[in-house]
């Protein structure tokens, strides 16, 4: 049998949850034998490559990039999965959707006490993404399949939930895994 | 505050002991007294009740009728109920908007009009309705709206105003000289036993006083009376449990705070039938060796007042209240009534037992139940105003005659608050066990595709639902019953409800103050035509989590308008839903979502075109 693809990718996040699928240690070695990585920021690829079996999202929308990356891992993936409060609430980004946007862009490019921006003028570089009106949380732009919550999952959640996946049996998650006090 | 002020607010706190119990009471005077309880009338209140200044405030922000900002002389509330609504509620609030050019929530800039919402007025036989500072407005077109504020505008007097709103005053003792009011009873079938032909006051107590209290209690229980109010609790084994609470101190409490939309038949009691309210009142009295009544009286019923509190004086003055009663020694019962502030959760009695106490009106945590641990913590029952004209009939004519009317587990007859889209709205007294059809015939209802039964807590049913029984162990109601015709979108209602309950949730717990805000977000989303299959799945089973995990009986039955419609309606969710493509969720807009920046950065997207869809 092909090993499964697994495709990972961080939008509005911090790359904690991502730190934490490395937490599974030396259990690396082992899901290397069930899968291949397509794009993620482990390889590097920049680019989805073809059908991909699980798709695991770090972080919200904030911007249109997000939005796009997001739209093409549903195209692709079979499974996506929300993983961390980030995706799933929209987390610590979200807290700029009690400020209206122009303050946002205003602290950011005029006004905060570390800018200097000479020309006075919020850039219009394509570089640099355009914000969306608010942080979304993962499943109100596309249909996602499961949410692993967690700020970020353990290690052992996200082994205990992939490996399920992965080998087709039911996802069982104790409360240890996922209980936070 | 002038000193003048600062003395009429202390001299009100006097006159009620300075009683912090009586906060409530003591806002609402300074409220018609000053138009609003700004911020230093709460430090003085807080500081003559001795209670802290928070709960001053907490009960201002919690009742609709009490503001902490000045409003405009005279306030308009608007009716923005379901039935309201359909019957063209929303042209006259463009009427409205467009001759004051103020939005509703705002007030003129001279201080004159302020434009407000208000939750079911009880008025949805002549909707559209609105309240015009305490005159309640019925049958109000949007042009009878527009010539009424430039009548006031031109005049600038609030009697013109009244006079042109009010030109007919309504029928039977609407048309009285201490309520003089425009509203009709629109009484359409009267039934053997609230709008039986009247009696003398005093009848049914002089039985009642012929027998011992438990003899009394006995009686209600053999004629198998159960709680008009709408869960049906049987009220003879209330009242025992009542009475047989420890204390010497008990409460008897008239609910009639009749907040559930598409309800008015405590209304049309209260105008034509006070004295068997009071009768039923002090019967109670006696049965459970009370010595005091209240009747919670809604805010938007105080028109009633004037009329209630001279019935109460004319009933003190024949020895039927006040010490002795009927020369019964030891007797002593008397009642006051008590104002309510437009929150229809005060209508669940242990709300209204908070209200009562000068708190906001939350509901308790049961138990104790009110019958152990009432109002002021003393065993205490809640009654609905129609139970109690029921008691006052039974004793007058015996268990007997009440319970050959009806069904052996539903005696008796119902009071049905009927409107919506039939050519008769009003009140209809049937007998328990009357189906459906029937009823839908006796008012016209030429098409009827969905009846909404028990208001927006209640249940909507469909034609396949036409020959069940209105009773207890069927299709039970406290009385709304509100007819849709074809065409009529049972989603839209669905959602419109759901706003309803949204806004008068007391916002204690989570499953009630947030799930409901969830439910119409999704429903909201079925309607503009984003919805998908499993949207519906989410509805459900979110609405069975708010239903079984809220604490008080509005959170509980606050799904019901979701449940009912996917129950009996579900083809016309289907109709709504679309079909996803590559599982992009069709409720998210980018376009809508990168506005903003696009305006502030003046730049285009670069992965999306206007038109949606990747570049
Ligand atoms: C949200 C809510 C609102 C209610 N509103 C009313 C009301 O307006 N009038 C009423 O009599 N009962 C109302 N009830 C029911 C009361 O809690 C109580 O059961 C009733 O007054 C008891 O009287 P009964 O036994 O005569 O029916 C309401 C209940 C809930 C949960
Ligand atoms: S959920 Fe926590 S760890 Fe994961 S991206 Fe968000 S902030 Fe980082
Ligand atoms: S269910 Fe709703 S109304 Fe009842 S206590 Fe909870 S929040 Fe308040």
Redesign the pocket.
């Known amino acids: 049998m092909a090993k499964a693809k697994v495709a990972t990718t961080s939008l509005c ?5 991502h730190m ?1 699928l490395l937490d599974i240690d030396e259990r690396i070695l082992e899901l290397i034998e069930l899968v291949d990585f397509d794009r993620s920021p482990i390889n590097d690829f920049k680019e989805i490559q073809g059908p991909v079996d699980i798709g695991l999202i ?2 919200g929308c904030a911007n249109e990039e997000n939005v796009k990356v997001l739209q093409e891992f549903r195209r692709h993936c079979k499974v996506l999965i929300s993983v ?3 995706a799933i609430n929209g ?2 980004p979200a807290m700029r959707n009690m400020v209206p946007l122009a303050e946002c862009y205003e602290e950011a490019f005029l006004k905060g006490p570390t800018v200097v921006n000479p020309s006075g003028k919020v850039p219009d570089d394509e570089e640099i993404p355009l914000l969306l009106d608010k942080v979304y949380p993962a499943h109100e732009v596309v249909k996602m399949d499961y949410h692993l919550p967690g ?2 999952p353990s290690a052992d959640t996200l082994w205990a939930a992939l490996t399920a996946l992965l080998t087709g049996k039911p996802v069982d998650l104790p409360y240890e895994l996922v209980k936070y006090d | 505050m002038s000193p003048e002020s600062a003395a009429f607010v202390t001299g009100v706190c006097e006159a009620l002991d300075n009683d912090p119990t009586r906060l409530l009471d003591i806002l609402l005077e300074v409220e018609a007294q000053f138009g609003h309880v700004g911020g230093e009338v709460m430090d003085l209140i807080a500081e003559t009740l001795k209670v802290p200044r928070v709960q001053v405030e907490g009960v201002v922000s919690f009742y609709a009728f009490l503001h902490s900002e000045p409003r405009g002389k005279v306030v308009i509330r608007l009716c923005n109920d379901v039935i309201d609504r359909l019957r063209g509620a929303d042209r006259v609030a463009e009427a409205l908007e467009d001759e004051l050019g103020i939005h509703f929530g705002e007030t003129t800039p001279d201080g004159l009009f302020s434009l407000e919402h208000a939750s079911c007025i009880g008025m949805t036989d002549q909707s559209p309705a609105a309240l015009v500072n305490d005159v309640v407005v019925p049958s109000l077109g949007s042009s009878k709206a527009r010539r009424g504020i430039q009548v006031l505008k031109e005049k600038g007097d609030f009697d013109e105003l009244q006079k042109l709103l009010i030109r007919d005053h309504g029928d039977g003792n609407n048309a009285h000289p201490l309520v003089r009011s425009a509203v009709r009873n629109n009484l359409r079938q009267p039934g053997a036993v609230i709008f039986g032909p009247k009696t003398k006051p005093g009848a049914a107590l002089e039985r009642a006083l012929a027998m011992s209290p438990a003899e009394v209690i006995r009686e209600l229980k053999t004629a198998r009376l159960r709680g008009r109010g709408g869960a049906g609790f049987p009220t003879g084994m209330k009242w025992e449990f009542t009475r047989a609470a420890g204390g010497d101190e008990r409460y008897l409490i008239c609910n009639a705070d009749e907040g559930e939309p598409g309800t008015f038949k405590d209304r049309v009691i209260l105008t034509e039938r006070p004295d068997l309210v009071f009768e039923g009142m002090t019967v109670g009295g006696y049965a459970l060796g009370a010595r005091q009544g209240i009747l919670y009286l809604r805010g938007e019923y105080a028109y009633l007042r004037p009329l209630l509190e001279h019935v109460l004086e004319e009933r003190r003055a024949s020895g039927l209240l006040g010490h002795d009663i009927q020369g019964k020694p030891g007797f002593d019962f008397d009642i006051r009534i008590q104002m309510g502030a437009g929150a229809y959760i005060c209508g669940e009695e242990t709300a209204l037992i908070s209200s009562m106490e000068g708190k906001r009106g939350d509901p308790k945590t049961r138990p104790p139940f009110p019958a152990q641990e009432g109002y002021l913590g003393k065993p205490t029952s809640v009654n609905n105003v129609e139970t109690l004209c029921c008691v006052a009939r039974i004793l007058e004519m015996g268990s007997g005659w009440f319970s050959s009317m009806g069904t052996p587990a539903s005696t008796g007859t119902k009071l049905l608050s009927i409107s919506g889209d039939c050519s008769r709205h009003g009140i209809y007294e049937v007998p328990f066990g009357i189906t459906l059809r029937e009823v839908l015939e006796m008012c016209f209802a030429d098409e009827p595709f969905a009846v909404q039964i028990g208001g927006p807590s209640g249940q909507m049913v469909g034609m396949e639902a036409f020959d069940r029984k209105i009773c207890f162990d069927d299709l039970a109601t406290g009385g709304a019953l509100m007819i849709l015709g074809a065409g009529r979108n049972v989603v839209e209602i669905a959602a419109e409800q759901l706003r309803f309950f949204v806004h008068e949730s007391c916002g204690y717990c989570t499953p009630c103050r947030v799930g409901n805000v969830l439910l119409l977000e999704r429903l909201e989303q079925i309607l503009a035509g984003n919805g998908e299959a499993a949207d519906l799945d989410y509805l459900e089973q979110l609405a069975r989590s708010v239903k079984t995990t809220s604490r008080c009986g509005l959170g509980q039955s606050s799904p019901r308008p979701v449940l009912s419609t996917l129950e009996n309606f579900r083809e016309e969710y289907e109709k709504l839903l679309i079909e996803p493509v590559d599982g992009q969720l069709a409720s998210f807009d980018i376009n809508t979502a990168l506005g903003p920046a696009k305006a502030l950065t003046g730049r285009d997207s670069v992965h999306f075109e206007q038109q949606g869809g990747e570049r």
């Open positions: 996040g911090c790359f904690g949850c934490s770090e972080g961390g409060d980030c987390g610590i700020c970020p």
